[in-house]
């Protein structure tokens, strides 16, 4: 498993549209689009740079993983985002190495992206997502 870049960084936050304020205005950045992940009970803003992206993740429920996490470490970054080929291919290769999966399998988001988490204490205290992007068909 080569990772194929860096997909996104993701920054959690108790509120996106007041987060906003400070990366619009202060910085200059643009929004792609703001979605709701019903899956993980989060809104996420896309703010593309380079070629990755910052996402900016708040709660949209009390008891979310996110909210939990909120709750317990505050607004920051939450995790790092690689990019692969084949996350069914790169998710076995993390575990035979012993490391911690927090997914059994990848799920699936509406666009088709699939993703899986690596616990932080597997890879020096980083929660590590990685991505597999859909294949687009060839015409």
């Not at 619009?24 to 803003?45: C, P, Y």
Request: include cysteine; aromatic fraction near 6%.
């Amino acid at each position: 498993m080569t990772p194929i870049r860096i997909n996104h960084v993701a920054i959690v936050v108790p509120d996106v549209a007041q987060a906003l304020q400070f990366w619009q205005d202060a910085l200059g950045m643009t929004v792609s689009h703001i979605e709701r992940n019903a899956q993980e009970a989060v809104e996420i803003a896309f703010l593309p740079v380079g070629e990755g992206e910052i996402e900016l993740i708040a709660p949209i429920t009390d008891d979310s993983g996110v909210a939990r996490y909120l709750a317990k470490s505050g607004a920051g970054l939450h995790h790092i985002c690689l990019e692969v080929a084949d996350i069914e291919a790169s998710m076995a290769q993390i575990a035979k190495t012993g490391a911690e999966l927090i997914n059994e399998s990848p799920r699936i988001r509406d666009d088709g992206i699939r993703y899986a988490f690596v616990h932080p204490k597997s890879t020096g205290g980083v929660l590590l997502e990685l991505y597999q992007l859909p294949t687009v068909a060839k015409p």
